[in-house]
Nanobody
């Protein structure tokens, strides 16, 4: 059983930066691609970023491309999400999960979700 634990969220001001971490345990982390998703109150969970097993392939939604960067350190079983130039609309709970099958941009393609970390961006 793989367990994912996110951390690094918090309250920041618009324009600030924040780095989220996702630590995996219980599996062969270097064999798993990982996705980041977010969910705001009353909204569906949406794709944020994808990073391949070796970190060489990344994907982002257009609204986050250039502001968010996913990276990973397989020696530490950790995936990161660097978020720059944060906006109020980035306020959400952020989740990481292990990619399993199908579209890399849909939540149903993922398993082993973390509990999420809250990011709140004030104006």
């Amino acid at each position: 059983q793989v367990r994912m634990v996110e951390s690094g969220g918090g309250l920041v001001q618009a324009g600030d930066s924040l780095t989220l971490s996702c630590v995996a345990s219980g599996g062969t982390f270097s064999s798993n691609a990982v996705g980041w998703f977010r969910q705001a109150p009353g909204k569906e969970r949406e794709f944020v970023a994808y990073i391949s097993e070796n970190g060489r392939i990344t994907d982002y939604t257009d609204t986050m491309k250039g502001r968010f960067t996913a990276s990973r350190d397989n020696a530490k079983n950790t995936v990161y999400l660097q978020m720059n130039s944060l906006k109020s609309e980035d306020t959400a709970a952020y989740y990481c999960a292990v990619y399993q099958v199908g579209s890399t941009r849909r939540p149903d393609g993922y398993t082993y979700w973390g509990q999420g970390t809250q990011v709140t961006v004030s104006l």
